[in-house]
């Protein structure tokens, strides 16, 4: 403590313009103004290297005709890429798939989170068990988990069919093909998302939830209004913030993930399932395309730059306040 | 030592210290290994997987023995082998064999030409078999871009007693149709070609073309050929035997789907790789003495089909030792009498006279000679991607977005007519050829 005392009398002493001097005999690592951007430096470069570069990348090779095993990066073409994908109605069905799945499964993660959020904050018998089955789709790897989805839906072993079968509720003779359907295909897409991205919308709304003042509860209750009521006219419009930056958040996922649809039904039947990021893969990597893929993937970018907008605004609003 | 003393210059000075520590053994195992030479293979995980045991545990170690090398084999899924060959390009860096399963001709700027490789083979064994020449070689640079030590051939696997019991062999797709109408009716138990998109089925489904006189591009390979009569009269026979016979799984199968769907008992016919009945001689011997194999069904036109797979392996032009990992392969392609057992007549020889007696070794088979010598004439009846051209950059395209599949299920599932969905499959390749013709 004596070394660190003696440090700061002595600085106390130097007069008015001296500081400076004795700042500069500081060693570089105690300064802040040298620390401080060396310290975020990672984080710029990580930023760049992983997210800008490849961004620029594919803005050029969305407006090139490199290939899979081309040497360079290919020769500018302007916009014949994005002609072409328009003029395939593959694409067309992926972008309208692209809409139904994010929609749907936002619509439904932002309900059923919300009624989970809610149960959880109540005290009952086994809340931390249920609150880490919640949290388990989260934590376990996507690809695994999705597999897991693939075999309980398997067009011959399904325990699903199986248990539906045991329940009376479907002949053998008609078990349901979860993959061969195209309603049934996007509906199993689907689930197997909002299964996924629940847990993180829960614990979001269930902070969301846990911030509301309990007096404000409180209050409403002493005024006679009921467990809608109080959803509808208190509850909910205090969430908005927090329920905006859940669904945003699911909406970057669900546009720009592809594990799910490709794991499960490898945008099929008859591309049924295909959505833009899917048929970008399909395209550029497995296809040989690479310029072609890029262009795909780059009609996602008008809408998620919007999201991101929403969201930073969102983001700084609640700093304001 | 009061917590004063912990500063941030001295955590930064640990940090470091700690860093050093962390990385300076990785270098020094970096450098070390770099002294020995290191012949690292990339190939599918095979579906007999007494193949992989022969290749792993014998002959790459002793062939890695006798050539003082370490032979690595990393094994890779079906569905996972492209990526992962398009992210060692992108990376320029990886394995120096890579083993693909069909021809890939949009690598042919990464890779060290087989012009050598193949003459040194044809001295050896003679000429490669005619599918394995067409898949393999680009015309218009004189180059082999892929060297193929196997293929595979695609019989039809169906239930001899359920097929005895109606009265009908499975020997045109005319009674195909008929047979498995009749089998699904008196027995309940669906027939089995898939309209997925998946490998399996886009083989299937292009020897179907081709019997009925139906190809994707013509013989020069520069033009689609794909909206014709033919291809609408296949379209339609496929859609009738799915109407009258199949169930909506067959549009829901990955490669192994048919394989489990006929090993469980249930399917009366699929067309597929030997592999669906090796499988049941093991799980299932009982099951397997019903099971027979046939040669693909004929058309009006001829009798075709495609082969299952074409293994074919590519030396990056990154690769670290690119001669080693040549004469790796030709000492392969002189091993393939073992290598033809070792995967149970699954892996046939892409240059024939590799193998000896192949017809013999069939003959010897113990499980069920008879069913196998049908294989004996396999390539008699087997084609490739892009027949009766060659296998190109664009027709690599069009298998691997699954046009050809994507037909068939349209008109199966009762979206468009065979005739609309043939002209869309033709708009479709006519725009992959534009940009890969430029």
Known sequence: MGKVEGKTSALEAVPLGGTAVRASRRPLLDRESFLGPIMILPAVLYVLALVGVPFVLSLYLAVSDAKIASTGLGRFIGLANFTSVLQSPTFLRSLVNTFVFTVVSQALVLVLAKILATCLTKQFYGKSIVRFLILLPWVAPISLGTIGWKWMLDSLYSPVNWVLQALHVIPQSSWPMWFGVRELAMASVIGVHVWRLLPFATVIILAGLTSIPREVEEASAVDGAGFWSREFYIVLPLLRPILTVAGLFGIIFAFTDMTVIYVLTRGGPADGTQVLSSLAFFTGILGGDLAGGAAISLFLFPMLLLVAVVMLRIARRAEVS | ?438
């Open chain 2, 1 to 438: 030592m009061g917590s004063s003393q912990f500063t941030r210059r001295s955590f930064l000075k640990g940090a470091g210290v700690v860093a050093a520590a962390a990385t300076g053994p990785t270098a020094f195992v970096r450098t070390a290994r770099a002294q020995g030479k290191t012949l690292k293979i990339a190939q599918w995980t095979h579906f007999v997987p007494a193949f992989d045991d022969w290749f792993d545990k014998k002959f790459t170690k002793e062939w890695g023995e006798k050539n003082g090398v370490h032979v690595t084999v990393d094994h890779i899924s079906v569905n996972d082998l492209r990526a992962r060959a398009a992210a060692e390009v992108g990376a320029r860096k990886g394995h120096d064999l890579f083993g693909f399963l069909d021809p890939p001709p949009a690598y042919e700027d990464q890779v060290h030409s087989m012009n050598d490789v193949v003459s040194e083979l044809e001295k050896k064994f003679g000429k490669a078999i005619n599918l394995v020449q067409r898949a393999t070689f680009n015309p218009r640079t004189k180059n082999y871009f892929a060297l193929s030590d196997n293929w595979v051939p695609d019989p039809l696997h169906y239930r001899l007693d359920w097929w005895g019991e109606v009265g009908v062999k499975p020997d045109s797709w005319d009674h195909v149709r008929e047979g498995a109408r009749k089998i699904k009716e008196k027995m309940g138990h669906p027939a089995g070609f898939g309209i997925s998109q998946e490998l399996d089925t886009n083989m299937m489904l292009r020897g179907l073309l081709w019997s009925f006189g139906a190809q994707e591009q013509d013989e020069s390979s520069t033009k689609v050929a794909i909206n014709s009569k033919a291809t609408v009269e296949a379209i339609k026979l496929m859609t009738a035997v799915y109407k009258e016979s199949m169930t909506n799984e067959v549009f829901t199968w990955d490669p192994s789907g048919n394989n489990r769907f006929f090993v469980s008992g249930k399917g009366s016919i699929i067309q597929n790789a030997i592999s669906a009945i090796r499988t049941a001689e093991k799980q299932n011997p009982d099951l397997a003495k019903k099971m027979g194999l046939a040669p693909p069904a004929a058309g009006p036109k001829t009798r075709m089909g495609s082969e299952h797979l074409l293994h074919c392996y590519v030396v990056w032009k990154f690769a670290e030792n690119p001669d080693l990992a040549k004469k790796f392969i030709i000492d392969l392609v002189a091993s393939y009498n073992d290598a033809f057992l070792a995967s149970e007549f699954y892996n046939f020889p892409s240059f024939p006279k590799s193998v000896t007696d192949l017809r013999g070794k069939l003959a010897a088979d113990k499980f069920n000679a008879q069913q196998y010598l049908i294989l004996a004439d396999a390539e008699k009846w087997s084609a490739y991607p892009g027949y009766p051209g060659h296998t190109t950059a664009a027709i690599d395209e069009v298998f691997n977005t699954f046009v050809i599949p994507n037909m068939f299920a349209r008109v199966a599932k009762g979206e468009q007519s065979a005739e609309d969905s043939a002209k869309q499959a033709e708009a479709e390749m006519q725009r992959i050829f534009a940009k890969w013709g430029k």
